[in-house]
């Protein structure tokens, strides 16, 4: 029997995600499933916290389907840290709406419990079950504006090409299944430890698998689909896409890497290397011609990834802790972000770059926080964003790759010229005509949950940005425990 | 000897099966080339001895998924030799990932034959339902429950984006039917001859004003 | 590759080989043959209760007691010209009647009708039924979209969410069954039920599944696939001849392999009600088919006393209460089976 204490966090999240299911279901309000949730992932926090859990769980032959290192544990606290404001951004959004639906915490909640598995996988099956568990609550969160035809559109094209990848993943895992006789991670190590290539069967297994999990990242071929679901999904949803699945996936990349796959480090680093780049260039330089600001932070994730895979490819305990404080300050960015256009959308401001001018003399609040959060997204000094760059690319120049130093600096250099452009255009830009009449008048300060994230969002970026050791002392130790 | 022919059989089943599901030009007929394809599926199960696993895809998929992809078909008003439009455009890429597919499999079958495979369920087990049961419940439980979690997903994502209260829509409530009593909504009087009825619970209000 | 197929062709076609293909036939030929008949009379069988019901005789002049009466009919079929309308898709439409009879018979293979007595003792016997019995629905489905014709297509729409609809709480049913034999074998099922039948402690699954069989073989009160006031005659208008005597047999064979379903999982299939002399002295066969003819009359029974359910509560009745009420009695069976193991008295 298996030591169920060290599940704990993912069968709380599972029994509170059925709770929250039956109280919606017998005429509980979304307002207080909402709350009910919350509380709940804030409840959760005390004993991830206090009592981190370590060890195998459900131990079969030489490994286990689920093993919990500090690495596990940190990305599940920072997953669980992201979750909160996350869920607080869908209320204000959806109760204008008419569309808020107890639901979605639940499905928040289930996807929540899909990462949980997926961080801590060992296994081949537990990590499938624990992809589709997280993708499934996206494609519905995706589609829950059911009225508006982008919003099933986003759907779709997520849950199709999700399938697609899914698909691709099992005939992976099948193929590997096939040559080595295990889906255990544990025992795969032991069959690629003899050295020298793999045979083809195992090689086309496991690049088919491991192309499964840089789709959920859309890392650069694999990102098409990336624009068009954040902009039609949701806001909420899309902050909650853009914040915490790709934090599940790359501890996952991250742990197949350096766990079964460590011996094939001459293999994937320089291929991972050539994607990294890809990704931050083509994000970097697309997102510039965007008129959407749904759209360009989509674009803007792509290029994110490709600096966080930056530091995958360094390959070393700084390079993985660089990943994980990245993707902290960079999902709590976006949290922000989102938390300031859900605000305008509700205030029926255009989220077009065009619509933003003006917006520093309309709405000075709203303006000053966009302007913090880009600049940290741009990387500009006294800000997270910065650090967190400065995290990734510097193990990689210490593990000899400069040339994807040298293109991550060139491709931050034209993400920076977008965000410093959407600053322009809130603080020097005349606005339109048509804006100056759309926009409901200048409303007193709100006390809405929407500011309460954005505020948040912007201190933690600011205290991380002069004190980035508050972070990095976790993540490095974390990411040394993975060696 | 018996058995490689009814592989053979099966596979060749199969492909024509598949085959029509991708080039049949009603989508009807495809979904049974779908169900053909999956009831031989289900015979190479059997013939690996895996009959609970074969009958489960028959009951699964045959009885249930496929079913509803017939329905599906059947009920919506889709023109699909439009949707096909496009494919010839995309016929060309969708080759060049098959062939390489096909060449990756082909080559890693030819490289290395399929080794290493053990059996997880063990020799010597009495029938395989039971076998599995074991496992699936112990040593794969974790996994088995978390398939419980994305069908509840599922479950809960159709009903989420489908239902929808109307007020337009009559409805049933058979426990009020048939907890309803004469009294509730029949007065009995006694009128008098030449004189009208006037429900007890009917107030005339404006008919004496003037 | 020639050269494999020559070997595997005299290898093949050996003495032995031919001898075993002989008994297959010949078993296959023994079980069919009762059913088809038993199909034939549980027609005339339910021309006559419903008579009776009706204070009517019933079909009386072909034969003693009309009882050459199904002969007839077949016959008449049998002659009728087959037509097949303008528009419609020919292949399926001719291939749809097959896909309902062919499953029904296949049924037919594991359901043992007396000890011993079963074509195949295949230890999946209740998956095997069930995957089978899920496969006719296809024919029907064909047929309401193979005739080009709104009312067979109404038809077939119905059928096939009523179907599947309640084939779920019919698995559920089954399961709970399963639990307490502890087998899927459907004669180990039998056995089990030595000292008492599964209809006593598991009476209200029962009544659920007996419920649950009229709606999946379309029957009264749950016939609305072919319901004459709305649909005509449903899936089946288009058709005549023998195409539609395939349906007809279908339909009939579906009727008798869930009564003998019904008998084997509730009533203790061959075996006699209480173990003591007179009653032993019975064969199986006929303590068997006195049961299934029970449950058969229970089906006409139905049809001619309820009037028919409109489709809304159809649905209402098999989602919204066999559905959970099934799983409720699942749960409380496995808990009994962990507490008090399987259910296995006697024998």
């Known amino acids: ?483 | 000897m018996l058995a490689d022919i009814l592989f053979l059989a099966f596979a060749t089943a199969i492909i024509l099966g598949a085959g029509t599901v991708v080039l049949a030009r009603n989508p009807m007929v495809g979904v049974l080339g779908l169900v053909f394809t999956f009831l031989n599926a289900a015979g190479l199960f059997i013939l690996l001895q895996a009959e609970f696993l074969g009958l489960l895809l028959i009951m699964v998929y045959v009885g249930a998924i496929a079913v509803m992809f017939l329905f599906v078909l059947m009920t919506i008003d889709i023109d699909f030799v439009k949707l096909r439009e496009g494919m010839a455009a995309y016929l060309p890429l969708g080759a060049v990932v098959m062939l390489a597919l096909l060449a990756e499999l082909l080559l890693a079958a030819y490289a290395a034959p399929i080794s290493g495979v053990g059996n997880p369920i063990g020799e010597g087990a009495d029938t395989s339902a039971a076998a599995l049961g074991a496992l699936l419940f112990t040593d794969y439980n974790l996994p088995f429950q978390m398939a419980g979690l994305v069908l509840l997903t599922a479950m809960v994502g159709a009903i989420v984006l489908t239902h929808r209260r109307r007020s337009d829509v009559k409805r049933q409530n058979i426990a009020k039917q048939v907890l309803r009593k004469p009294e509730d909504s029949m007065t009995l009087t006694q009128p008098k001859v030449g004189g009208g009825v006037t429900a007890s619970h009917w107030e005339p209000q404006t008919v004496e004003e003037k | 590759m020639l050269d494999l197929l020559t070997l595997y062709a005299t290898n093949l076609i050996t003495w032995d080989n031919t001898l075993t293909l002989a008994w297959i036939v010949l078993t296959c030929l023994l079980v069919a043959v009762p059913v088809l008949l038993g199909m034939a009379y549980t027609t005339w069988f339910e021309r006559k209760v419903l008579g009776w019901m009706h204070l009517r005789h019933g079909p009386m002049y072909v034969g003693w007691f009309g009882l050459l009466q199904p002969i007839a009919d077949a016959v008449k079929l049998f002659f009728k010209e087959p037509f097949v309308p303008e528009g419609s898709n020919k292949l399926m439409f001719m291939l749809a009647p097959a896909m309902v009879f062919v499953p029904s018979l296949l049924a037919w293979a594991v359901i043992p009708v007396d000890k011993g007595w079963v074509v195949a003792d295949v230890n999946l016997g209740v998956m095997y039924l069930l995957a089978v019995s899920s496969l006719s629905v296809y024919g029907i489905l064909m047929a309401g979209w193979a005739s080009n014709s709104k009312y067979p297509f109404l038809g077939a729409v119905r059928s096939g969410a009523q179907m599947v609809s309640y084939e779920v709480s019919l698995g559920l049913i089954i399961l709970s069954v399963v639990l307490l034999a502890g087998s899927m074998n459907l004669s180990a099922i039998v056995e089990a039920q030595q000292g008492m039948w599964f209809a006593i402690p598991a009476f209200p699954a029962f009544v659920m599944f007996l419920v649950s069989i009229l709606a999946e073989t379309n029957r009264h009160p749950f016939d609305l696939p072919e319901a004459e006031a709305e649909l005509v005659a449903g899936y089946n208008v288009e058709y005549s001849s023998m195409y539609f005597g395939m349906f007809f047999l279908g339909e009939y064979i579906a009727m008798i392999t869930m009564s003998a379903f019904t008998a084997i999982l509730f009533l203790g299939g061959w075996l006699p009600p209480v173990s003591v002399v007179p009653l032993t002295w019975v064969p199986g066969v006929v303590w068997f088919a006195l049961k299934v003819v029970a449950i058969l009359f229970f089906m006409v029974w139905a049809r001619g006393t309820l009037p028919r359910y409109r489709y809304d509560q159809l649905m209402r009745l098999g989602w919204k209460i066999f559905l959970p009420l099934s799983l409720v009695w699942l749960v409380a069976t496995a808990f009994y089976v962990k507490m008090y193991g399987n259910m296995v008295w006697g024998g």
């Not at chain 1, 060890?55 to 032959?61: I, K, P, Y």
């Not at chain 1, 006390?447 to 002392?473: E, H, I, R």
């Open chain 1, 1 to 483: 029997m298996t030591d169920l204490t060290l599940l704990f966090p993912t069968i709380f999240l599972a029994v509170w995600a059925l709770v929250l299911l039956m109280y919606g279901a017998f005429g509980g309000s979304a307002r207080t499933t909402a709350a009910f949730a919350c509380f709940g992932l804030a409840m959760l926090l005390v004993p991830m916290l206090t009592k981190p859990a370590m060890g195998s769980a459900f131990v079969l032959g030489q490994g286990a389907l689920l093993g919990f290192s500090p690495f596990t544990q940190l990305a599940q606290v920072l997953l669980l840290v992201l979750a909160i404001p996350v869920a607080l951004l869908a209320e204000p959004f959806f109760e204008g709406r008419k569309a808020h639906r107890a639901e979605i915490y639940t499905l928040m909640l289930l996807s929540l419990c899909g990462m949980f598995i997926l961080t801590a996988a060992q296994d081949f099956l537990p990590m499938y079950m624990g992809l589709e568990l997280m993708s499934f609550p996206l494609y519905i969160m995706a589609a829950m504006l059911r009225d508006r035809a982008e919003s099933s559109e986003a759907a779709l094209k997520y849950f199709v090409l999700g399938g697609l990848a899914s698909g691709l993943l099992l005939f992976g895992v099948g193929l590997v299944y096939a040559a080595t006789g295990t889906t255990q991670f544990a025992s795969l190590m032991v069959a690629l430890g003899q050295g020298g290539m793999p045979w083809p069967l195992l090689s086309v297994g496991l690049a088919l698998t491991v192309l499964a999990v840089l789709f959920k990242l859309s890392v650069v071929p694999f990102h098409m689909w990336t624009p068009d679901v954040y902009q039609g999904a949701p806001t909420p949803v899309t902050a909650f896409m853009a914040a915490l699945p790709k934090l599940a996936a790359i501890v996952l990349l991250v742990r197949l890497l350096e766990g079964p796959l460590s011996g094939l480090q001459e293999l994937w680093q320089p291929a991972l290397a050539v994607l990294a780049a890809a990704s931050m260039v083509v994000g970097s330089v697309v997102a510039i011609r965007q008129t959407d600001v749904k759209r360009l932070l989509a674009w803007s994730t792509i290029a994110n990834v490709g600096f966080v895979l930056c530091g995958v490819v360094a390959a070393s305990p700084q390079g993985h802790g660089g990943v994980l404080f990245y993707l902290a300050v960079y999902g709590l960015t976006m949290v922000g972000l989102f938390a300031v256009l859900i605000e305008l959308e509700n205030l029926q401001e255009p989220v077009t770059v065009h619509g933003l001018a003006g917006l520093a003399r309309r709405r000075p609040w709203l303006a000053t926080m966009l302007l913090m959060l880009l600049f940290s997204m741009a990387g500009v000094p006294p800000f997270a964003g910065f650090m967190a760059k400065l995290n990734v690319f510097a193990p990689l120049v210490a593990a000899g790759y400069t040339w994807l130093a040298v293109v991550g600096v060139m491709a931050s250099v034209v993400a920076a010229f977008y965000s410093l452009w959407l600053v322009k255009t809130m603080y020097f830009d005349v606005p339109s005509a048509e804006v100056a009449v759309v926009a409901k008048p200048v409303q007193s300060a709100q006390q809405s949950p929407l500011m309460l994230v954005a505020l948040a969002a912007v201190a933690v970026v600011l205290v991380l940005g002069v004190l980035p050791g508050l972070l990095s002392n976790l993540t490095l130790p974390a990411a040394t425990a993975l060696f």
